[in-house]
């Protein structure tokens, strides 16, 4: 059996500390795919790093959201004032 590799490695720490990463656009595609689906296999999908993949760009992460029907969510913002008379 052979030991993992430093790539794995290192995904698996990213998996890990996945929420307090703030930008995977540096990553490469193939890598980045892999972290997500880690990260999903993982259950570590959250609604900032859902964020965090969708940001990037990435089609094929886009389409695997889309075919798993992964919404997010929109937290609507509510005036504090709309004309200041009441």
Do not use: W, Y
Request: charged share 20%; glycine share 4%.
């Amino acid at each position: 059996m052979q030991p993992p590799s430093l790539l794995s490695l290192a995904i698996d720490s990213a998996v890990l500390h996945i929420s307090a990463i703030p930008d995977l656009s540096a990553i490469p595609d193939l890598i980045l795919i892999d972290l997500f689906l880690r990260t999903l296999k993982a259950g570590k999908l959250t609604e900032k790093v859902l964020k965090l993949f969708v940001d990037t760009g990435n089609e094929e992460i886009l389409l695997f959201v889309q075919s798993l029907n992964i919404k997010q969510i929109l937290t609507p913002v509510l005036p504090t004032r709309c004309s200041g008379k009441f």
